[in-house]
């Protein structure tokens, strides 16, 4: 049975669209900066600063970052649970999954949180 993708239960299509919605974000940042870059001549500490300086930039960084943590956790969490089977690596193929979404987790709410302190300077 297929689920609603606003349902609260945590399915394969939520993650679907997490992952899609997600890639565009990211593409839309990627293709915001080629072409910021692209169009500002002489791209230096200032016009970079000008341009992070304001309300919209921040935002949609702070969007891009979360895009990103969810982006990769899924991902990450799907090679995981493809890779490390007991089929693949024996009778302690779950401890190690564990230990490496863990791992995984950790690195990944380090860098949202350090991403904020960059952008919003708290």
Same mark, same amino acid.
């Given at each position: 049975?297929?689920?609603?993708?606003?349902?609260?239960?945590?399915?394969?299509? #939520?993650?679907?669209?997490?992952?899609?919605?997600? $890639?565009? *974000?990211?593409?839309? #940042?990627?293709?915001?900066?080629? %072409?910021?870059? +692209?169009?500002?001549?002489?791209? $230096?500490?200032?016009?970079?600063?000008? +341009? #992070?300086?304001?309300?919209?930039?921040?935002?949609?960084? @702070?969007?891009?970052?979360?895009?990103?943590?969810?982006?990769?956790?899924?991902? +990450?969490?799907?090679?995981?649970?493809?890779?490390? &089977?007991?089929?693949?690596?024996?009778?302690?193929? &779950?401890?190690?999954?564990? /230990? *490496?979404?863990?791992? @995984? %987790?950790?690195?990944?709410?380090?860098?949202?949180?350090?991403? /904020?302190?960059? @952008?919003? %300077?708290?």
């Amino acid at each position: 049975m297929v689920t609603a993708v606003t349902s609260f239960g945590r399915s394969g299509l #939520y993650d679907w669209m997490i992952q899609r919605v997600s $890639g565009v *974000a990211m593409a839309a #940042y990627v293709v915001f900066l080629v %072409g910021f870059i +692209l169009t500002t001549p002489d791209v $230096g500490y200032t016009e970079w600063k000008e +341009l #992070y300086s304001t309300l919209w930039m921040r935002v949609f960084s @702070l969007i891009t970052l979360l895009s990103l943590a969810a982006h990769a956790w899924i991902g +990450l969490w799907a090679v995981l649970t493809d890779y490390l &089977t007991n089929r693949m690596m024996g009778a302690k193929a &779950t401890v190690l999954r564990v /230990i *490496a979404q863990m791992a @995984l %987790g950790v690195v990944t709410v380090t860098y949202v949180v350090w991403g /904020i302190e960059i @952008l919003w %300077g708290f």
